[in-house]
């Protein structure tokens, strides 16, 4: 059974940085073809992505956040980090983190698809001061 | 990056009834597009991937079509569970990831 969760303040002030921890378990993230990516939705908003993670460590990052924004591993512990600087009221939202569908070709093996197959329950970071 | 427009914004319709929820991409994705299924208060759940496959789990009443930038989530015969909200997403070789802004199936 696969399973994401999201932990972190649910609480930030305006300027302060965001840190938000994902600890999963029932897939490795050592294994080619995995990766984990968050994603957030303001209240009764859309959803948009922010960042993800590969097994190899090759990251990437949504252009309006790049500069605030930064993803990292934790093989060792199953963990995906997220850290968002310079937190503004607008950051208020619903994080999740999710994993990348894993797909397999006999000819490549493992590789992702780009789409979300599970997801943690997510958690509501509010920034105010 | 890509723009995905979903219409309607919001659909009502009753159990039994056919829902066809559409999803508009600023330019091709090709198949690379997802579907996703959210409820109040939880997490979104996976429907479909590269246009037309079922995620694990899914029953066969939701299907997806299209290619290109036009792409269509079809659920056959709604059931009193589907009312939700519907998000497409796109994965194409153009980053960012994107994500429509959603579509409310709403019981009338």
């Known amino acids: 059974q696969i399973t994401l969760k999201e932990s972190g303040p649910t609480l930030v002030k305006p300027t302060q940085t965001l840190t938000l921890t994902c600890t999963f378990s029932?897939?490795?993230?050592?294994?080619?073809?995995?990766?984990v990516g968050w994603i957030r939705q303001p209240p009764g908003k859309a959803l948009e992505w922010l960042a993800l993670i590969h097994w190899n460590d090759d990251k990437r990052y949504s252009p309006s956040l790049k500069s605030r924004v930064t993803i990292t591993k934790d093989t060792s512990k199953n963990q995906v980090v997220l850290t968002m600087t310079n937190m503004d009221p607008v950051d208020t939202a619903t994080y999740y983190c999710a994993r990348l569908l894993p797909h397999y070709d006999i000819l490549t093996g493992y590789y992702p698809l780009y789409c979300f197959d599970c997801w943690g329950q997510g958690t509501l970071v509010t920034v105010s001061s | 990056e890509i723009v995905l427009t979903q219409s309607p914004a919001t659909l009502s319709l009753s159990p039994g009834e056919r829902a066809t929820l559409s999803c508009r991409a600023s330019q091709s994705v090709s198949t690379y597009l997802a579907w996703y299924q959210q409820k109040p208060g939880q997490a979104p759940r996976l429907l479909i991937f590269?246009?037309?496959n079922r995620a694990t789990g899914i029953p066969a009443r939701f299907s997806g079509s299209g290619s290109g930038t036009d792409f269509t989530l079809t659920i056959s015969s709604l059931e009193p569970e589907d009312f939700a909200v519907y998000f497409c997403q796109q994965r194409s070789s153009n980053w960012p990831i994107t994500f429509g802004q959603g579509t409310r199936l709403e019981i009338k």
């Open positions: 029932g897939f490795s993230l050592s294994a080619s073809g995995m990766g």
């Open positions: 590269d246009a037309s």
